[in-house]
């Protein structure tokens, strides 16, 4: 960690790389964990699980391309730290505008802020392994690649759960000032928000899913704040060329 843009590239992994799974993970979904986003539109929008697993391919997509085109752009201008500046922003305006969500956001706003932030996380993900490659030399380059892929890793094992944990709690906490006490919140959580329509009034439904909505969007504060720090991270990287660098693309 001696080296400035291993250090630096490290805290840039870990920051990007948590908003990664944070976002990207959810949304895909995994066993024992609510996929949000896809929730979020089958919640507050009434889709369909298909739907609504349409409705976040701009995140996913964009993630996938711009990763590939990214390679591309350093390979041909030379330099990864501009596309890592440019990542940082580009997810931090785009985390930021996820928190904007509410229950009367247009579908194709939330298209566009998901697409914005999918750019900025497929800009920034594979440029550390890139610098590892340009600034060690030949014998260190498997020890930092790997320790680049080893702290994106660490930022999604740390942030996921706590991701989980804050979202259940919040929703808790404001589903008890809208939901009367006949209704047991134990009952709702155990059905799961999938299902809170068959136990609440439809009265209260608007109120419950505002309560949804809010409980999400505090969700999305996590990756914003990490994407602020991602900045340090960049900004520290050294300016240093591709140019006569054979890099391994196997290893991004």
Same mark, same amino acid.
């Given at each position: 960690?001696?080296?400035?843009?291993?250090?630096?590239?490290?805290?840039?992994?870990?920051?990007?790389?948590?908003?990664?799974?944070?976002?990207?993970?959810?949304?895909?979904?995994? #066993?024992?964990?609510? #996929?949000?986003?896809?929730?979020?539109?089958?919640?507050?929008?009434?889709?369909?699980?298909?739907?609504?697993?349409?409705?976040?391919?701009?995140?996913?997509?964009?993630?996938?391309?711009?990763?590939?085109?990214?390679?591309?752009?350093?390979?041909?201008?030379?330099?990864?730290?501009?596309?890592?500046?440019?990542?940082?922003?580009?997810?931090?305006?785009?985390?930021?505008?996820?928190?904007?969500?509410?229950?009367?956001? +247009?579908?194709?706003?939330?298209?566009?802020?998901?697409?914005?932030?999918?750019?900025?996380?497929?800009?920034?993900?594979?440029?550390?392994?890139?610098?590892?490659?340009?600034?060690?030399?030949?014998?260190?380059?498997?020890?930092?690649?790997?320790?680049?892929?080893?702290?994106?890793?660490?930022?999604?094992?740390?942030?996921?759960?706590?991701?989980?944990?804050?979202?259940?709690?919040?929703?808790?906490?404001?589903?008890?000032?809208?939901?009367?006490?006949?209704?047991?919140?134990?009952?709702?959580?155990?059905?799961?928000?999938?299902?809170?329509?068959?136990?609440?009034?439809?009265?209260?439904? +608007?109120?419950?899913?505002?309560?949804?909505?809010?409980?999400?969007?505090?969700?999305?504060?996590? #990756?914003?704040?990490?994407?602020?720090?991602?900045?340090?991270?960049?900004?520290?990287?050294?300016?240093?060329?591709?140019?006569?660098?054979?890099?391994?693309?196997?290893?991004?």
């Amino acid at each position: 960690m001696a080296q400035r843009s291993i250090a630096a590239g490290a805290l840039f992994s870990m920051c990007l790389g948590a908003a990664f799974f944070m976002l990207v993970f959810y949304v895909s979904g995994h #066993p024992g964990v609510d #996929p949000f986003m896809p929730l979020w539109y089958q919640v507050i929008k009434d889709q369909t699980a298909t739907q609504s697993g349409v409705m976040t391919l701009p995140l996913i997509l964009g993630v996938i391309i711009m990763s590939g085109l990214s390679g591309v752009i350093v390979v041909v201008c030379g330099y990864y730290t501009p596309l890592m500046i440019l990542a940082s922003i580009c997810t931090v305006i785009g985390a930021g505008l996820l928190t904007t969500w509410t229950t009367t956001t +247009p579908t194709s706003t939330t298209l566009a802020y998901q697409t914005v932030v999918g750019i900025g996380l497929g800009l920034g993900l594979v440029q550390p392994l890139m610098a590892a490659q340009v600034v060690l030399t030949m014998d260190d380059i498997p020890t930092g690649t790997t320790a680049m892929i080893f702290f994106q890793s660490l930022g999604g094992a740390l942030f996921i759960s706590a991701a989980q944990t804050i979202f259940n709690q919040r929703l808790i906490s404001d589903l008890k000032e809208v939901i009367p006490t006949g209704i047991s919140l134990d009952a709702l959580m155990r059905v799961g928000v999938h299902n809170m329509k068959t136990l609440v009034p439809a009265s209260l439904m +608007p109120k419950v899913l505002v309560a949804f909505n809010d409980a999400l969007t505090h969700i999305f504060y996590i #990756p914003l704040v990490l994407a602020c720090i991602s900045v340090v991270g960049s900004l520290a990287m050294e300016w240093r060329s591709v140019k006569g660098v054979k890099l391994e693309m196997t290893a991004l």
